[in-house]
């Protein structure tokens, strides 16, 4: 069972207010990401981190930042939010190993307004 | 980066067989993963292929050819539970984890 846990899971705001996506996960797991998924479509990589004090752009390009002070919490934050921001962040941690299959959170559903 | 094709949907009767392929064509090569989603929840893991040949794992078998870039999933002895998109996905050098558009499957009774 994966314990991997993200806050909040439905999310409604307006234009330009700040927010931040919440991840954590108890499994010790070196790795995490942020992935992207607008319904019915794929996921598109935003940000990947491989430990404390890591963190990558994913392949697509996204206006949002990332952080990892500790190893089981990766938050993602918008600063000014728009409605193209409007989307669901999936995160997900993986540990490295021959198999390292990703883990997911269930998902912030934001809208914004 | 990874350039990752599989068909957009696929139709089963309950019971049957259903094959979904997936190509790709990567710059580099790490394993490559099956994953389910129903509509509205998180992806979950279904298999793992990083050697060529077939992975059996129950109702699910997954094969790969590294050489021609080609996976496929078999599920079989399909239930209405199955009815979900089905995410290939490929991982390459630096650990990072591409996904197809996916294939949805619908089971009809």
Same mark, same amino acid.
């Not at chain 2, 099956?34 to 992975?55: I, K, M, R």
């Given at each position: 069972?994966?314990?991997?846990?993200?806050?909040?899971?439905?999310?409604?705001?307006?234009?330009?207010?700040?927010?931040?996506?919440? +991840?954590?996960?108890?499994?010790? /797991?070196?790795?995490?990401?942020?992935?992207?998924?607008?319904?019915?479509?794929?996921?598109?990589?935003?940000?990947?981190?491989?430990?404390?004090?890591?963190?990558?752009?994913?392949?697509?390009?996204?206006?949002?930042?990332?952080?990892?002070?500790?190893?089981?919490?990766?938050?993602?934050?918008?600063?000014?939010?728009?409605?193209? /921001?409007?989307?669901?962040?999936? +995160?997900?941690?993986?540990?490295?190993?021959?198999? =390292?299959?990703?883990?997911?959170?269930? =998902?912030?559903?934001?809208?914004?307004? | 980066?990874?350039?990752?094709?599989?068909?957009?949907?696929m139709t089963a009767t309950e019971g049957a067989i259903v094959q979904i392929n997936c190509t790709y064509q990567t710059s580099g090569f790490?394993?490559?993963?099956?994953?389910?989603?129903?509509?509205?929840?998180?992806?979950?893991?279904?298999?793992?292929?990083?050697?060529?040949?077939?992975?059996?794992?129950? #109702?699910?078998?997954?094969?790969?050819? #590294?050489?021609?870039?080609? !996976?496929?999933?078999? $599920?079989?002895?399909?239930?209405?539970?199955?009815?979900? !998109?089905? $995410?290939?996905a490929v991982r390459d050098g630096d650990y990072k984890l591409s996904f197809g558009a996916g294939t949805t499957v619908t089971v009809r009774?």
């Open positions: 069972e994966a314990d991997i846990y993200q806050t909040p899971r439905y999310l409604v705001i307006g234009t330009g207010k700040k927010i931040t996506l919440e +991840c954590s996960q108890t499994m010790g /797991h070196d790795k995490m990401y942020w992935y992207q998924q607008d319904p019915g479509m794929e996921l598109h990589l935003i940000h990947y981190s491989y430990g404390v004090n890591s963190t990558e752009k994913g392949d697509l390009s996204s206006e949002s930042t990332v952080s990892r002070i500790r190893t089981e919490h990766f938050p993602l934050t918008l600063e000014s939010a728009r409605p193209s /921001h409007t989307s669901q962040y999936l +995160c997900a941690s993986s540990e490295y190993g021959e198999a =390292g299959e990703l883990f997911f959170g269930e =998902g912030s559903r934001l809208t914004v307004l | 980066g990874q350039n990752i094709d599989q068909p957009t949907e790490n394993g490559l993963f099956w994953y389910q989603q129903h509509a509205g929840e998180a992806p979950t893991f279904l298999s793992y292929n990083v050697l060529d040949g077939l992975e059996e794992k129950g #109702r699910f078998s997954s094969f790969l050819s #590294r050489s021609k870039g080609y !996976s496929y999933l078999l $599920l079989k002895e399909l239930q209405m539970k199955d009815s979900a !998109s089905y $995410l290939c009774a």
